[in-house]
């Protein structure tokens, strides 16, 4: 370890990850190993190997993902649409360069393609071979990876898909198009009519303006809707939310759910729902 | 602020208290304002106005709760043992000297008397002061305040309590045999012959061998057991479980669920006994 990419600190004996990008509160990890360190033509990608949680993806020095609890976050924004849709055969995933959603929709006979659209090359080869706890090493044929700008992908696509899920990053930088009104237009066009999406829509504690906005926006142009929550101990919180917005499906049809999942299961899929006081008198 | 108290650093313009006890992982939290800080008989106690998490308590230099969450906890041991009692008259809180469990437990107007047994006078008197937003500056008639050694207090009680609370800390130091088996022998006998307990039983993730543990005691003391689950985002990871030791008493007996909260409500009583799958299959 000569030299040493920038975002990791020596402290003492040790090598920390410092995150830095928030204002009020910083959480730092403590190294094991570094198992990749390279600039992309987006961000900085990193996988690091910690203590607590294992194998981590850090971009630009944020943790986003990691080998403790990527299942999670992976599970639930994959399992929810899809016992929601009562047959959905094509799939988009914007975002997801980890491949956990794309690995998670695989798990579905019934599906027939996913395309899974992520501007960064680089982070999903990393999360392929690195992060095999959350990619699963992807290499399902119904997978395509389509290398490109998710927010101009969606605007080319009308009444394509069964299920879209919007797999985000933090709404800064390139990712900010991905919370806006227009975004959230273009998806509902690309969705069959009998379509549904879900996103990310950000901490109910910390980012309640962009949650609050987000739901708006799929309120508006949805004709159903709903939020639902999990615990993600790798974001901030650890309390996270979903939204959904459906064209048509409103409740779960899952029978016997019968994925093999280390999170969801039937009980969690209908009470991620159930939403504490202070999120259902809003 | 000439004379700082430990545990706060300086970080360019900022002040900042570094949580230092865990090895591998650390948060920061930036400070508005230094509201109290002395050491008491047992250890030092601060009320620190934050950005993100508003006020919180600071014991040794770790985060206890906060205003902006404390109430989830507090509401969540509270609430889910004595909605499952059906008339629970007599109340032991062991700990709990942030007041709140206190104060959520005096919403039940049956409730005759609430003991409550917290070594330190002084995180009760600050927390009462200066932390309302957890202490909801608990003045109720029903709460007696002994300042005291839970285990030795428990060891002199005997069927006597409806319900028991053990609002612990983390099992370092004193509170460490808050978790032995021993300890969990005589809150049986303190408890009347219908009585119920309730303990937090830390991170299904970060301690699961305490959780295991503290669950497997529980299961062989008691012969109806329930591990229930919440997200508590000041505590390292959100994912936090609580557990039920019963004599009698198994289901919920809530039928109109009517105390003000902000986090519990009656479908959260019932979903925070549906496990994740790894909880469910140990």
Redesign the interface.
Known sequence: MNEMPKFLQKIGQDW?LVEDE?????????IKDIIFAAPSDFQHVMILD???FGRMLVLDGVVQTTS??GH?YNEMITHVPLSIHPDPKRVLIIGGGDCGAAHEAAKYSGVERIDMVEIDEMVVRVCKEHLQDVSGNLSDPRVHFIYNDGIEYIKQHKNAYDVIIVDSSDPIGPAKQLFERSFYENIREALKEDGLMVCQSQSP??HREVMKQTVHHIEELFPISKIY?A???TY????WSFTIGSKKYKDLVVKNFDKE?????E??L??CF?????L?TK
Chains 1, 2 share one sequence.
């Open positions: 920390w928030r204002e009020n509160m910083k959480i730092s990890y403590r910690s203590y607590d403790l609890d999670i504690l910390f929550i615990t993600v101990p901030p919180g650890g309390f999942t280390k999170y969801v299961n009980s969690i209908r009470s159930d939403l504490p006081e202070f259902r």
